[in-house]
């Protein structure tokens, strides 16, 4: 939310048209007058529904569109920040401090879903047995989702099953 003059100042809706991520947009636009933005702690439930994995991949290739048009050095890194980068360097670490692959591969990937089920915890978000597989497949599949975002033009909102 935001008031009526503050928009009008920063351009209008004709500022952020061309833009992806709306909301993003407008952040920027209001910052770039030295404005600043507040996060509430109130969220707003998004009712998805059950989705085919080819759909779920779909939305968060959209997603990921949307920072790499919105933000391109941060979409550049997303690589290297991720779960499966901090599995893939511990592995190839080990070995240089006397420490089998496997087992840092295994430690790591324990230590990142252990801090992520902490945070959703704390945050109150659920966190019941299938998270940690999910944790799992989603940075499994986060290569394959950042390729996508990187190839595909836009972000295409109504894609047809």
């Given at each position: ?99 089998a692959s496997i087992l840092a591969v295994?430690a790591t990937a324990l230590i990142w ?45 109504r894609v047809k099953p």
């Amino acid at each position: 939310l935001l008031r009526r003059p503050a928009l009008d100042r920063a351009g209008g809706l004709a500022a952020i048209a061309h833009r992806l991520a709306d909301d993003h947009a407008i952040a920027r636009e209001l910052a770039r007058l030295g404005l600043r933005g507040r996060m509430t702690s109130a969220t707003v439930d998004q009712i998805v529904g059950e989705r085919a994995l080819d759909q779920v991949i779909r939305r968060q290739v959209r997603w990921s569109a949307c920072r790499r048009t919105e933000e391109p050095l941060l979409f550049i890194a997303e690589p290297l920040v991720g779960g499966l980068a901090a599995m893939i360097a511990a592995g190839l670490a080990a070995p240089l401090i006397g420490l089998a692959s496997i087992l840092a591969v295994l430690a790591t990937a324990l230590i990142w879903i252990t801090v992520e089920i902490a945070l959703a915890r704390s945050l109150g978000w659920p966190t019941g047995l299938a998270l940690a597989p999910a944790i799992l497949c989603r940075e499994a599949l986060s290569p394959m989702i950042w390729l996508g975002a990187l190839t595909t033009p836009g972000a295409p909102w109504r894609v047809k099953p």
